[in-house]
């Protein structure tokens, strides 16, 4: 049910002036990178990997967020970061800069609800690494309220498909606010939780205990609220764990193991996860390869792409970018060249 705040906020954002998607180009995709100059940008796609517009950042990005309707993105430090920028891709300005509460970091990624009244962000208390979901009211871009995560680290969250409610990949780790140095990796839990868009906890998922230090990072969402969760081990490098796991709400977790002559291509990291048609791509920026799995979780195909990381769907299979630049169409016969820029592309691939 929506609350008065959220009804207020969406009356307030619609009587805004709107600029769509389509003024801004129509992108397909949005990605954080490095400029060969050193610079940082946010990028717009094309399907066929085009640039489109380039917007700069004041540091190294992470993830963004695209706004439902509206040409409107908020791009995400690197995390631990303290800038989220409020950008109308359209015009190329910055409409706010979101700053967490003091004591606060914002951790790479961030939602919008259904009708674009309120972004949700993924946040720690940096003492502690307790996870806190921000909310922010889209038209005047206020915090307006904020819950627990359901756990330590929160990495990133999504709206669930056909609803307002959260998940959030709680990845388990403690780290120190300065150096990022890992505190709790013997006593680490990470888990899915799924929340209300008020901060109730819904339901919680945990993995086995022998895979404790399994990290929950990354996200991917069927239309049937299937979640495929990427994974980092910090565990002993020696002993391959699955870095691919599937959940839905009332049923088991399941993990989903690559074929055994890959068990250690991804060197215990999952960089970025995505979803197309039947198939589900993980990256590995630290293997230089691209697993992919059929919807079930069966491995279909590891293939080498040097430092690939960002990845999101495509009719018939994905688009892959990665540091050296380049940009590729992925399918299960393998990559084909798209585009090759003097951009370092950064973690993430984000579809509109």
């Not at 259904?114 to 003492?127: C, K, R």
């Not at 922010?136 to 999504?158: C, K, M, N, Q, Y």
């Not at 498909?161 to 006593?187: C, F, H, M, W, Y």
């Not at 899915?192 to 993995?207: F, M, N, R, T, V």
Request: proline share 8%; with cysteine; glycine share 12%.
């Amino acid at each position: 049910m929506a609350t008065r705040r959220h009804i207020l906020a969406g009356l307030v954002a619609s009587a805004l002036p709107r600029l769509s998607w389509a003024d801004a180009g129509s992108p397909a995709f949005l990605a954080a990178a490095r400029m060969s100059s050193g610079a940082f940008a946010l990028h717009g796609l094309t399907e066929a990997g085009a640039m489109l517009f380039a917007i700069p950042l004041p540091a190294r990005g992470h993830a963004a967020a695209a706004h439902p309707t509206r040409a409107e993105a908020v791009a995400f430090a690197r995390r631990p970061g303290t800038y989220a920028l409020v950008i109308g891709c359209a015009s190329g300005t910055l409409r706010a800069r979101l700053t967490p509460p003091d004591g606060r970091q914002f951790n790479g990624h961030g939602a919008y609800s259904a009708d674009g009244a309120l972004l949700y962000t993924s946040e720690v208390v940096a003492e502690t690494s307790e996870g806190v979901v921000g909310v922010w009211d889209t038209a005047g871009w206020h915090r307006v309220d904020e819950f627990p995560s359901g756990g330590i680290g929160p990495h990133e969250l999504r709206r669930l498909p056909g609803s307002d409610d959260l998940v959030v990949a709680n990845g388990g780790i403690r780290t120190d606010p300065q150096d990022r140095s890992k505190l709790n990796i013997e006593t680490m839990r990470p888990n899915l939780s799924y929340l209300s868009p008020d901060g109730a906890i819904l339901e919680q998922a945990e993995l086995p205990e022998e895979l404790r230090q399994n990290s929950i990072r990354h996200l991917a969402l069927a239309e049937d609220g299937t979640v495929a969760f990427a994974m980092q081990w910090e565990g002993d490098p020696a002993e391959p764990v699955p870095l691919l796991g599937l959940h839905r709400r009332g049923e088991a977790l399941r993990l989903c193991p690559p074929r055994e002559e890959d068990l250690f291509a991804m060197r215990g990291y999952a960089g970025s996860i995505a979803r197309s048609e039947g198939m589900i791509a993980l990256t590995s920026p630290r293997g230089g390869v691209v697993q992919l799995h059929a919807e079930d979780g069966a491995p279909l195909a590891t293939l080498a792409r040097p430092d690939a990381c960002g990845v999101a769907p495509l009719p018939g299979g994905f688009l892959v970018t990665d540091g050296g630049g380049a940009i590729t169409r992925l399918t299960p016969e393998g990559f084909r060249p798209l585009e090759r820029t003097a951009a370092a592309w950064d973690n993430h691939l984000v579809r509109i």
